[in-house]
């Protein structure tokens, strides 16, 4: 693969062709909107700016502990008016995965992560097992005890799960070792998130590499950089992706994720990458602009 | 690399000459000498037998929840007479890694793992940190939370942990991403393990797996199939490898180890390997011999 241009600087003359040349802008959240619980400055602003020119607004993100309806709250409690409509998570991603592919519905789901994918899997009529019920869970590591699992799975999902523990391990991975055809599906692979607004934690690919590790088995990822969710938001808006904007901090997923489906993409210094990871030699992966931060265009158009 | 002969299955014929080339028997513990805590039959005799036709008996262990130590308590307690100077485990051998590596003893480990790591490390003089007291040990998701980790941290040891959690996943990765120069040692990438006698549990390689899932690092393995424990058993007996057997459950680990160091290789099939993992055409790794258990010796030998 020929290597691209080196980034742009975002400019305001680069800005407003970019802002004629898009008719929607997709964006990550963590990193790019907020930080943990922490709303990133101007991005009230910089949205209601975008909305005033016409731009549709979609939100994708890969973190999967929440479902959308929870995400949309979280919007709501940061001054934010997003509805579910304009939310693309990796946990409905997950459950939209298992859809479309005809997943029996009498088969189980075991769920490694969070709340989100358990009302994502339960909205789409599915029975999910797991997650945040398991958190308290120990094994007996005794002679003659024996860890049962549910035969009718048929399908493990992993995200990130901050209440990760061994039972969780040996269920999910007995699953895909025993239940014959049993799928391995991660909501994504990112390698670290702001868990918190001063500092990165393991992300979900930390939980799918220790399932990677245990099965000798490669996941189906539904997350970025995985183009999967982009068919659900080509289906939904009626956008050509030469027309949308995928607008994120992490090079391996988001503007990866824009660049496998065709967009346009601007990569913001506000969350896990850095102006020297960005020009390292060792990257490949050139976003088409980068800017510090979302509220640049609202500094760069003057407003 | 040329493809092995087929396994000959072990009988009376090459049993004999087995032992009329070979000086020391080097064993796998768990699925050959015992399935958790419980002695595979006709173990001791087996022992026994070798023991009084001369050979040197070793016991090579991944397993790194104990120290050599506690190991040796365990043969007693099991009825084996074994010393502390014919076990090496992979425990053991982390803290020898650091030791013939220079590891500067002011500079603090981390263990993801059980206490017979910290115990290795503390009797090679080194200061460990982690491991089952930070079993119960929780983080706080909330804003202005920070998670410190100790910056004197020169090395993360993972092995098998089955009290694994998110808290040490972020001490442990903080380290090795923030830490400069921090090693990432595994003791071993055993898929799975024996934990009780019954099924199998997620091995070190499900912890290590989530450890390069969120640094994006390969660990330096000093455990099987990585000859570095071979290094001290070829320093402390002085015998050629070629006049070595390595009998033990597991292609990827065992018999690998034995084959890398120019050993003879024995599988038994009381462990993690099946017959028909072993026939499969997808199996590149094929021991000399094969048979059952360990006492199929004191059976084949009529004795």
């Known amino acids: 693969m020929s290597r691209r241009a080196a980034a742009e600087l975002l400019c305001g003359v680069n800005l407003r062709a970019l802002l004629d040349s898009v008719d929607a802008f997709l964006f990550?959240?963590?990193g790019v909107i907020w930080k943990g619980d922490k709303l990133i400055d101007g991005v009230p602003q910089t949205l209601d700016l975008l909305r005033s020119k016409g731009k549709k607004l979609v939100f994708v993100t890969n973190n999967s502990t929440k479902s959308r309806t929870q995400y949309a709250h979280k919007f709501t409690s940061l001054g934010l008016s997003v509805t579910q409509d304009e939310i693309f998570s990796s946990s409905f991603a997950a459950a939209m995965y298992l859809k479309v592919n005809h997943?029996?519905?009498q088969n189980k789901v075991y769920v490694i992560g969070g709340e989100g994918i358990l009302e994502e899997l339960q909205l789409a009529g599915f029975t999910a097992l797991g997650g945040p019920e398991d958190a308290e869970k120990r094994v007996h590591l005794k002679s003659?005890?024996?860890?049962k699992h549910d035969?009718?799975?048929?399908a493990v999902v992993v995200g990130l799960d901050p209440h990760i523990n061994y039972y969780k391990l040996q269920y999910g991975t007995l699953c895909i070792r025993e239940n014959p055809g049993c799928l391995f599906i991660a909501t994504n692979r990112d390698s670290v998130g702001h868990m918190t607004d001063l500092q990165e934690w393991p992300g979900a690919g930390c939980m799918v590499g220790a399932i990677c590790g245990s099965t000798g088995r490669e996941p189906i990822v539904v997350g970025k950089p995985s183009t999967f969710m982009m068919d659900f938001l080509l289906q939904k808006f009626d956008i050509n992706t030469s027309r949308m904007?995928?607008?994120g901090d992490r090079l391996d997923t988001d503007i990866l994720f824009g660049q496998n489906a065709g967009c346009k993409t601007l990569l913001v210094l506000s969350g896990v990458?850095?102006?020297?990871?960005?020009?390292?030699?060792?990257?490949s992966t050139q976003p088409?602009?980068?800017?510090?931060k979302v509220s640049?265009?609202?500094?760069l158009l003057g407003e």
Request: glycine fraction near 2%.
């Open 288 to 292: 088409d602009y980068y800017t510090s």
């Open 144 to 147: 003659n005890y024996f860890f």
């Open 103 to 105: 997943f029996p519905p």
């Open 151 to 154: 035969k009718n799975v048929g």
């Open 296 to 299: 640049d265009i609202l500094t």
């Open 273 to 283: 990458t850095t102006q020297s990871t960005l020009d390292d030699s060792s990257n």
């Open 28 to 30: 990550d959240c963590d």
């Open 245 to 247: 904007c995928m607008v």
